[in-house]
């Protein structure tokens, strides 16, 4: 992994991630949510973007309503902060489960986040943007795969 910035920004990124992960493993839309900033921007594979909290919620509380993570494992590959911004690179893998029933359909994504710091050293995501790797397994849109 590519690091750049401070211990302390290398392990407040540790943390937003970890918090991140864990709440879209077990489908948790307030602390996924509370990984944004207000104006923080969710922007799925062949998806219109997601802004702000209110639309994250209702967006990722519909979402996770239909889909559940199996065996998700985020890697980190790059990290960068320059003052108050900072950008990180990673992939996850794992396999969507449909909550109705089904088939889970797996997954191959590759992310780069755009964040900024938070007065208290913490850092927020103020755009999260990925593409897959795996084709037909796009179920961010209610087109689905």
């Not at 979402?63 to 980190?76: K, P, R």
């Not at 990673?90 to 489960?97: A, D, V």
């Amino acid at each position: 992994m590519s690091s750049s910035g401070g211990v302390d920004d290398t392990r407040a990124f540790s943390a937003l991630y970890k918090k991140l992960v864990g709440a879209a493993n077990v489908g948790d839309v307030d602390t996924y949510v509370s990984c944004y900033t207000e104006d923080g921007v969710l922007m799925p594979p062949h998806a219109q973007p997601v802004v702000g909290q209110a639309a994250l919620e209702a967006y990722m509380t519909d979402w996770f309503g239909d889909w559940e993570l199996e065996g998700h494992v985020a890697t980190m590959d790059e990290q960068r902060a320059g003052g108050p911004v900072a950008f990180c690179r990673y992939r996850t893998e794992g396999k969507y489960r449909p909550r109705s029933g089904g088939d889970p359909l797996p997954y191959s994504h590759t992310y780069i986040d755009t964040l900024i710091k938070q007065p208290d050293g913490s850092w927020l995501i103020a755009v999260h943007m990925w593409s897959s790797n795996v084709a037909g397994s796009n179920v961010w849109t209610k087109e689905g795969p």
